[in-house]
């Protein structure tokens, strides 16, 4: 394609015309440069891609784009725009023909349920025998096949790419976890949204966003529009308390949801059962009944999501039946792990104060002779949620083991520390073990007949990452290895 092509819709502050030059494709890593690329210089939290700009053009890089005013020293092509990460979203689009033309794409964001809404939307959508693809916190997948998430959403570049295969791969429908990491730092600029659904809005990410304020208003930019208008349907949970606003600057046709009443989308009624639960839910001003195996109060908000997700996509109310039911348990989702046991085990990926509170809600409902938890939290990220999560543990919880989740470069044990200053009573329920492999064997080795035992924080990832490396981690295969060892095989 030839730059100036590449560059019709990109903002740019140099005035120089752009030279006739045929690009091969484009970078912003400066180690992915090969000749006739266009390198992007992108400032990250860490580093400056503008520091690789000589390594990108030793590499072969044709062009380079960058904020930076040229350096006097280089005699290449620079082009110089106002928002790097924004060119780099529209010069990725334009590279692969603007993928999201071709398919409907539905953005979900909030602080949590994106997972599962994503998950169920999907059922719904292959139950109605569409062609899906699927961008989640887990992995990414389409009808040929799925590779494993590196991020929640990938960088713009990287995510135009993946849709192009969307594309060839004939999806008529795309689902994307929208994180609001992707929103402030550009990644889905450039992409046209058919549906845009909020989930809710809890603590979380105030390391990046430091305000409640701002991490809402870079969720908002979803449903104002990310360069190529306003989504034709925004989708609400009217249940959080940021709905209000965030129904009064949608421009676009707005719906809302409630599991509590007065929206254009209800849970009528619910029954919880074995292995799942009884729903009958109003959509469209129709009520009708379905079944799922997903347990709890926010997992009946993200099945409704899915719902009027789905109504809103003109699925018709027997595929939306049928993918609810179908939905199997999701990676990591408050999931259950059996070897026979006469105790509950469950992993869920819980590692927010709301998202904590709600899970161990979620096994209250089971009626528990006593209930257990694990839990930790990341190093380098939000702090204040540190005593918070301990906080929660302690007033819902009848003991918990706190451990380590992610130490990365922090010190374990100071962050071990942090943690504990949340637990206020005066006989402490708690045991400080920071191996969190450990942590599990006692907890899983003490629990009785009836109890329930919560593994919070890592749900699906199958990693740990230390200061001086990341090593391989499962908390579900971590439990299912203790009960084999406390004689549980079934």
């Known amino acids: 394609m030839q730059l100036s092509r590449l560059l019709d819709n990109v903002q740019r502050t140099s005035t120089e015309n752009v030279p006739g030059i045929e690009l091969r494709g484009l970078a912003y890593d400066s180690r992915k440069v090969e000749p006739g690329y266009l390198f992007v210089a992108v400032k990250g939290e860490k580093t400056d891609g503008n520091l690789f700009a000589a390594q990108a053009v030793e590499r072969g890089a044709a062009a380079i784009l960058s904020e930076n005013v040229v350096p006097a020293s280089f005699s290449g092509c620079w082009i110089q725009v106002d928002n790097a990460r924004r060119a780099l979203a529209m010069a990725a689009a334009s590279f692969y023909e603007h993928p999201t033309r071709s398919f409907e794409l539905i953005g979900i964001t909030g602080t949590n349920g994106k997972t599962s809404t994503a998950y169920l939307l999907e059922s719904i959508l292959l139950a109605a025998r569409e062609r899906v693809g699927v961008v989640s916190t887990i992995e990414y997948r389409g009808p040929e096949g799925a590779m494993p998430a590196e991020r929640t959403t ?15 791969q004939r999806c008529r429908f795309v689902v994307m976890e929208v994180s609001s990491h992707a929103l402030d730092m550009e990644r889905v600029h ?34 104002l529009g990310t360069g190529l208008g306003v ?12 709905a209000a606003a965030l129904e009064a600057a949608c421009s676009g046709r707005c719906l809302t949801y409630s599991i509590d009443g007065g929206a254009d989308f209800q849970m009528l009624e619910t029954r919880l ?12 001003g129709k009520a009708f009944e379905m079944q799922t195996r997903l347990l709890g109060k926010p997992n009946l908000s993200n099945v409704l999501a899915a719902v009027a997700a789905a109504s809103d ?11 609810i039911e179908d939905c199997p348990a999701i990676p990591g989702r408050f999931e259950w792990i059996d070897r026979g046991q006469p105790f509950q085990v469950f992993v869920d990926y819980a590692h927010t104060p709301d998202a904590l509170q709600k899970v161990l809600q979620t096994a209250l409902e089971l009626r528990p002779n006593r209930l257990l938890v694990v839990f930790g939290c990341g190093g380098e990220r939000d702090r204040a949620k540190r005593s918070a999560m301990a906080a929660i543990a302690e007033k819902l919880a009848d003991f918990c083991w706190i451990t380590s989740d992610n130490p990365r470069s922090e010190d374990p044990l100071r962050i071990l520390d942090e943690i504990a200053t949340g637990f206020t009573s005066r006989s402490p329920r708690y ?36 200061a001086d490396r990341t090593i391989r981690f499962d908390d579900r295969e971590e439990a299912r290895l203790a009960l084999g060892e406390l004689g549980f095989s079934s």
Request: proline fraction near 4%; aromatic fraction near 8%.
């Open 154 to 168: 990938p960088e713009s570049l990287d995510l135009q790419a993946l849709f192009a295969q969307f594309v060839r």
């Open 190 to 223: 450039a992409c046209r949204f058919r549906s845009a659904v909020f989930t809710n809005l809890t603590q979380d990410h105030l390391d990046y966003h430091r305000t409640m304020e701002s991490y809402f208003r870079a969720k908002q930019r979803l449903f």
């Open 431 to 466: 045991r400080t073990e920071p191996d969190r492999r450990r942590a599990i064997r006692d907890a899983l080795g003490e629990a009785r007949p009836g109890d329930v035992v919560v593994i919070a924080g890592k749900g699906h990832e199958t990693y740990q990452a230390l």
């Open 273 to 284: 059962e074995k292995k799942g639960a009884w729903l009958r839910v109003l959509a469209a």
């Open 231 to 242: 989504p034709a349907q925004s989708l609400i949970n009217r249940d959080d308390p940021r």
């Open 313 to 323: 996509l003109g699925i018709d109310v027997a595929a939306i039946q049928q993918g």
